[in-house]
């Protein structure tokens, strides 16, 4: 059975950096992608950015590109999300997720088969 544990929302003023973490169990990844997506109140779930376990080829959604970075640490099965210049905007439950196989359609949520619960990232003006 595989989790994914997400950590390190919180409440932020805005131009400051949060770093989130996915911490997984229960399998070994090795062409898995990793991917974090965001969704906000009254709006579907998005993209945000993905890293291929083998490899670290990284992909980001044009709102975010820039200002967060997806990193993985491959002893610890763990992968972070450093935001950094944070809007208004992001505010959204961030979710931690992956697929056993990389897909050029990582960006869709239907493919991704295994979810975290989520963790919280407000940020205020």
């Known amino acids: 059975q595989v989790q994914l544990v997400e950590s390190g929302g919180g409440l932020v003023q805005a131009g400051g950096s949060l770093r989130l973490s996915c911490a997984a169990s229960?399998?070994?990844?090795?062409?898995?992608?990793l991917a974090w997506f965001r969704q906000a109140p009254g709006k579907e779930r998005e993209f945000v950015t993905a890293i291929r376990w083998s490899g670290g080829s990284t992909y980001y959604a044009a709102s975010v590109k820039g200002r967060f970075t997806i990193s993985k640490a491959n002893a610890k099965n763990t992968v972070y999300l450093q935001m950094n210049s944070l809007k208004p905007e992001d505010t959204a439950v961030y979710y931690c997720?992956?697929?056993?196989?990389?897909?050029?359609?990582?960006?869709?949520?239907?493919?991704?088969?295994?979810w975290g619960q989520g963790t919280q990232v407000t940020v205020s003006s």
């Open positions: 997720a992956a697929t056993p196989y990389y897909s050029s359609s990582y960006y869709y949520t239907q493919i991704y088969h295994y």
């Open positions: 229960g399998r070994t990844f090795s062409s898995d992608v």
